[in-house]
């Protein structure tokens, strides 16, 4: 009798297993299905569930969080943006135009833009970068890295209301520029990543 109870016991445990051992299968399947493959000018990435690219011309933004507004360097945006080289080109910077290198900041406009984080407030940048390098964006393509320092001042500039850094992946031979404001946990992870089509 102790022999069948015993018997019964691993039959009984066998079938509670089972269905969890389904359950984790699927939630592993449901994961990797609700994360999004997102490809720009040959660059592939896989972007984790939540996160969302909307595509304008060759500007990407990809929200990662709360968004009225998915557009670059709109305020109150969780988001990162990618861009070609259309959007990186012909820069009104000071009175000209440049295409960016990485050697200054990327800023598409000449004049004040509202801080990320408060639009009541005016984005001023830092010149020159608090860590530079080159970044792994997938197997053999290395970015140029620039961390900017910026600031958010009042709009008449006398007090600043907070400090954030502009991160900035730039592939020259791809001719794609990454930036982020927001610090996106897991975005270099996702840039190391990358495939290559």
Known sequence: ???????????????LAAPTAASASAATAASAASSRDFSFRGMNLKLPSGWKAHRDGDSIVVVTGTCANPEPFASNCQ?????????FTNLPVGGGSLTYTGKWQFHPFSGVVPCPFNPKTSWY??????????RQVGRGHKALYNAWPNRCVTNNGARQTMRFTQREWFLPTSKILIVDVWNTPGLSGVLKRATWS
Request: aromatic letters at 12%; proline letters at 6%; zero cysteines.
């Open 125 to 134: 940048q830092g010149e020159k970068p608090s860590s530079t390098g080159l």
């Open 1 to 15: 009798m102790a022999q069948r109870s015993f018997v019964l016991a691993l039959v009984a445990v066998a079938v």
């Open 79 to 87: 988001s990162f943006w990618v861009f070609g080289p259309k959007a």
